[in-house]
């Protein structure tokens, strides 16, 4: 990570985002749905519905995953302990939310999410052009969600009110209370309807902001 440097601009912001492994690979899933999906055709009205619905539930997916799966407080479970690889690096990743790597989701990972992403898009639709459109909003919605997160983490500054604002939002979140402010790509969405947003001057500094593994124990 640059040390704070003035002058970073969003060209440079993107030459370090491609330079690590998860855009390329979800960025080769996108590829590669967008060519089946125009390969396999069979337009129907659904095609424009599905996106639609998928921008209204992300939030709250995101929500969700940010608090069940990368909060998660590892578990002893008939003496073998339950920890994922995705909440120790998100582990790390509070202790110092400067280090690029670990903004970035783990590559190790994807090769599992990417895969199991693709298997419902082709079981759990009544039509492979429908899951393939499906496939095809979904990589989207994660290589927004990688630039988004990682561009929050750089030296890029906010020139935008709505860019601000989700930048304060992530910002509070690494650096006042960790209980708080789980969206990343939108400002207060999820927070608000799920009781996570509160007024940040009325919520005291956390200890364990940047040691989620102290906030495991006990």
């Keep these: 990570m640059t040390n704070g440097r003035r002058g970073f601009t969003?060209?440079?912001?993107f030459a370090e985002f491609w330079r690590h492994p998860s855009p390329w690979m979800i960025g080769a899933t996108w590829l590669a749905a967008v060519a089946a999906r125009a390969a396999v055709g069979d337009w129907q009205p659904t095609d424009a519905?599905?996106?639609?619905?998928m921008l209204a539930v992300f939030p709250f997916f995101e929500w969700m995953v940010h608090v069940f799966v990368l909060h998660w407080r590892p578990r002893s479970l008939g003496g073998i302990t339950v920890d994922s690889l995705l909440a120790r690096k998100h582990r790390e990743h509070h202790v110092d939310?400067?280090?690029v790597p670990l903004i970035f989701i783990p590559w190790p990972a994807l090769l599992w999410v990417l895969p199991a992403a693709v298997?419902?898009?082709l079981l759990a639709f009544p039509r492979p052009g429908l899951g393939l459109t499906f496939l095809v909003f979904l990589a989207t919605l994660g290589i927004v969600y990688e630039w988004c997160h990682?561009?929050?983490?750089?030296?890029?500054k906010p020139k935008t009110a709505a860019y601000r604002a989700v930048w304060r939002n992530h910002r509070h979140h690494h650096f006042k209370n960790e209980h708080y402010w789980f969206t990343v790509?939108?400002?207060g969405t999820a927070d608000r309807v799920l009781g996570t947003n509160p007024d940040p001057s009325t919520v005291a500094a956390s200890p364990t902001v940047k040691n989620l593994h102290e906030a495991t124990r006990g």
């Design 10 to 13: 969003l060209a440079d912001a």
């Design 49 to 53: 519905l599905v996106p639609l619905a």
């Design 97 to 99: 939310p400067r280090d």
């Design 119 to 121: 298997a419902i898009a």
């Design 150 to 156: 990682y561009l929050i983490h750089s030296d890029y």
């Design 185 to 187: 790509t939108t400002a």
